[in-house]
């Protein structure tokens, strides 16, 4: 898919469709008015006639333009003028691209991005109409003999920009394609089945990414060096399972020598079943996406390389599954952590903050910047929050505040929540230094509270993504999310 900055009157643009706002009220963008005059004033009088009235999400195709150099226009209403902002806009965007990608085109120019949004410059309009782009265009068709749906026509899409914003413009589609395309692998790795994305296969997509970056490498340990790093707690969960565990280190190293890296940790549990303390069979299926953490971790080391940002990020993966047989780990179990300290394991289904307290361990050895784990981690969270917005709990206000503003600016949002020390009391043992559950209540926050024993005064952030890394229903499937806002939040440190 090609993206070009398209400059000029839209009346001397040639493509197969013009995709022009209209508002409602009779006010005519400059795109529409250009179009208008030129055409004789096909637009106003659809507009007269009532063919489309301009209101949020409303759209007509015309077909008939006579000599202009449009094949087609598809009007799109953007609703009231003076109500124009970035989220009608995004819908109203979103709206025409999911046309355009069901269409016969080759190609369109998306005359959206030229019309001003009080809250989204010429930038931000140019990236997200790529990323919703590539979100409405993306099929999943590799486990199908016949894929049936097959990828839309639209070859080229052009960004109308003023000439001022053609700068802007121009970052916007290089910064939006590099994300969409995290998005979509994290999206792909998902939507595998587990016994196809196991944890070697991870390993062979982390070495693929490095493979294309010379400032990326990659380190995969086994079964044995894991025994040898002590990593007791992530030992414990796989060990039910007949697939070898791996962790995966992918280092980018595009900043200065020796100055401290970002640590992404990334869950990676390509199939939890919940171990002894099984979980109900209804939508079990969906715990193939136990590893979105593991893909957004990936898809951001691919993106970062792929930009080729002035900034040093690490990404550590702890892969493996989470099965019942005669050798798994029983509720009441203690092991002793990489860090030395003990966990009595009372639930078996709170695997993930196990291999996770062990990555946090060794991630610490980077002396990070700044600390971040992403994970599929509480059911809690997806009760609290829905799926709307990602959990973030801390100990840091700054960097808490950095992933918010990144989230709310890539439209990728993020709530936080408490982190006070009353919560882990909650997650005492009397047998252990620390159980893996405190019960029903806040569960999102105590699951918080086990991981942040093991960070010590770095600043850290833990995501937890189990509400928004992936659709249920028709539209079931991965969403790539928080890619958009660590992409965000690393742009911005540069």
Known sequence: MQFQVKTGAASQQRTACAIVPVFSGGDLPSAASSLDKAGGGLISRAIRNKDIKGELGDMLLLTHTGELPCQRILLVGLGPKAKLDRRAWRKAVRTALATVARGKYGDAILHLTSEPVGDADAYRRARLAVEIWHDVSYRFTTMKSEPGDTAPALKELGIAAAGRDVRGARRGIEHGAAIAHAVALAKDLGNLPPNVCTPSYLVERARGIAKRASTLTVKALGLAEIRKLRMGAFLAVTQGSAEPPRFIVLQYRGGRTGAPPVVLVGKGITFDSGGISIKPAGAMDEMKYDMCGAATVLGVLQAVAELKLPINVTGVVPTCENLPSGTATRPSDIVKTMSGQTVEILNTDAEGR???????????RFKPAALIDIATLTGACLVALGRVRSGLLGNSDKLADDLLAAGQAADDRAWRLPLDDDYAELIKSPFADVANVGG??????????????????????????????????????????????LMEYLLHRK
Do not use: E, M
């Open 354 to 364: 196990l291999i996770l307290c062990d990555a946090i361990t060794y991630a610490l």
């Open 440 to 485: 029903r209540d806040a569960g999102t926050i105590t699951a918080a509270s086990f991981l942040a024993r093991f960070v010590g005064k770095t600043d850290w952030a833990h995501l937890d993504i189990a509400g928004t890394a992936w659709n249920q229903g028709s539209n079931k499937g991965g969403t790539g999310r928080p890619i958009p806002l």
